[in-house]
């Protein structure tokens, strides 16, 4: 098998910077090395304040790896990948010996440009069983595991828990300037843009909002009152451990983008550590929650910016 390529490395990143980040901050490098690539951590793109120990760096580039995987499996250059979180590398991807990409990947890979964080309010049709366990196990083909909250006792609760991180949050004044530092008006190439944000939140929402706008919501448009909520977590919290949690989310994310959901996720429980323990407990869980998602029928919205391919690559 010969090393991967200049051409699978751009390959490999077109697809990886798709991937989500925190206040898409887009922390990643990727470079080729011996025929290796490699994925690294940006800590100059590292949030200061929300981010102090690097968890949603890793979980960002886990996800971002993931795409990379499918992106080289359909070119038909699949790899074996290394998770390696030590220092700023995060992650190695060997050529492996080549082999046609599977239906499933062929279609994950095809939902890579289709994936994007819809923070409107959805439609209130509940998501079909069949499709609700293909997320199930989703997490679970990545080691990590994806508890859906039914019932108004775990909505309640769950709700009751992000309200109260989101208050912590922003009662912190840098907290809040690094928030609003990404929160863009303009065309900039990383940030979230006004045009992406959620409507303002509204004294009956269940659930927290990042405030990215102002903007209100038009009448008879309320967020759906009973959202299927999903946790996701792995059995430890070792920073391998929240690579392979990233890796997890996507692929949880892109299954759901390949059904024709959308998706949003919520990280204010698991900014704060008194409420990631809280959220823990709640689920009976001796496992470490990671992320959590809101998932439903959407209208269409609009994808976020991503840096230009050159200026992550090394």
Known sequence: MTGYTADDLRTAAAAAVRAPSLHNSQPWRFRLHDGVIEVLADRSRQLTVADSTGWAVRIACGAATFNARMALVVAGRPAEVLLHPHGDLIARLTPATPRPATYPEADLAAAIPRRFSNRRPFWPDAVPSEIRVRLIEAARAEAAWLDLLVG?????????????????????????????????????????????????????????????????????????????????????????????????????????????????????PIEVPAAREQLRRSLGRTGIPQIALRIGFGQAGRVTPRRPLDEVLD
């Open 152 to 268: 108004g006792t775990a909505l309640t609760a769950f709700g009751e828990i992000a309200r109260s991180a989101d208050r912590v949050l922003r009662r912190d004044p840098h907290y809040q300037a690094e928030f609003f530092a990404w929160a863009h008006a303009d065309a900039a190439h990383d940030g979230v843009p006004v045009t992406a944000g959620a409507p303002a939140v509204e004294s009956h929402d269940l659930l927290p909002q990042r405030p990215y706008s102002e903007r209100r919501r038009a009448a008879g448009r309320d967020f759906e009152p009973e959202p299927l909520l999903a946790v996701l977590g792995t059995a430890a919290d070792r920073p391998v451990d929240q690579v392979a949690a990233g890796q997890a989310l996507q692929r949880v994310l892109l299954t759901a983008t390949d059904a024709g959901l959308a998706t949003s996720m919520i990280s204010q």
